[in-house]
C-alpha cells in the first residue's frame, strides 16, 4: 500500500490553497484603475479598498502616505435612472462652483472637493446609465506635488480614463 497522496489528491490540495488567494485577488481590484497609474498620480506606494455592487458601480479608493501628508483618490460609479438627479446630488458635494467640462462623459463638472484639514478637488459626470465622481485629497496644503491646480488636473485625467471605460 503506498502512502502520501495520489495525483487527484495533490491537485485538490493545491486547488484548496489557491482559490482563497484568488478570491481575495478579485476583491481588491479597482476595474477602473490600476495600482500603478493611482501610485503615480498620488507620488507614492498605495493601498487599495476597492467595492463592487452587484449593478456595475462600486468604488475604489486608493491611499499614499507621502512624510506629514496623506493623499487620497477616490472613484465612486453608480447606476443613475435619471442622470441629471444623479448629477445634481453629487454636485451637492461641491465645495466650489461647479465648472462645466467637455469630452469627459456627459455633463461633467469639475469643482472643489475640500473637507476639513483636506485641499481637493472632483469630477462629476455621467456616462450612458451610470454617474462617476473621481475625487483626489491631500492633507499637506503647502505640499506643491498636490497643488489645486495639479489636483484639477489628476482629477480629469482619471475622470477621462473612468469615463472611456464606462463606454
Known sequence: MRSGFGKLQWISFAAALLLPAAGIAQNNNCVWLNEATASGVLGGTVTLEAQKNEDGGG?????????????????????????????????????????????????AVSCGADAHSALGEQVIGYVRDQAFVVRITTTGKHDLSLSRELLLQDARNIAEQVAGSLF
Open 59 to 107: 468604488s475604489c479608493t486608493f491611499h499614499a502616505q507621502k512624510e506629514d501628508a496623506s493623499h487620497v483618490l477616490q472613484i465612486e460609479v453608480h447606476l443613475v435612472k435619471d442622470a441629471s438627479q444623479g448629477m445634481t446630488s453629487s454636485e451637492a458635494q461641491c465645495t466650489s462652483p461647479a465648472i462645466s467640462l467637455k469630452g469627459i462623459g456627459n455633463q
